[in-house]
């Protein structure tokens, strides 16, 4: 979304007489997938299965599964370890986290650059939580 978009946005909310009628007409603006349409088209692009993503992020099997189908919500935490586990791109996480509807990635928050870069260098989540111990953050397990 643009800076254009954002504007937009906020004027059709600062119009509406009623913040029913300025939801109404956002809904329009809502491009984003919900978190699990987006999961499973990130899935099918990098040709895993579910069980696959349970072994690689190391979350249970039901736990996976409810995410997929949409009955659990992702932490933020969470919704970063599969990024890192299905090699997202820093624009493809960011999209991941807002259909999850959790904080965006910040490059100068030190802990959300440290995973920026991980993502960045296609690191493990292993490797990642490697490089964010030994900088004094806390890990993504």
Known sequence: MTR???QKILHIIEEMPTVENAIKELSSYDKAKTFPVALFD??????MTIPDLCEASLLSRSFTYQLCE???APGRDIVLRLSIVLGLTYDEAQYLLRSAQRGALYPKVRRDAVIIY???KHM????TNEALLSLGEESLL
């Open 4 to 6: 254009s978009d954002t």
């Open 124 to 127: 493990s989540l292993s490797e």
């Open 42 to 47: 990130f899935l099918q692009e990098r040709g």
């Open 70 to 72: 949409g009955t659990r």
């Open 118 to 120: 991980a993502l960045s």
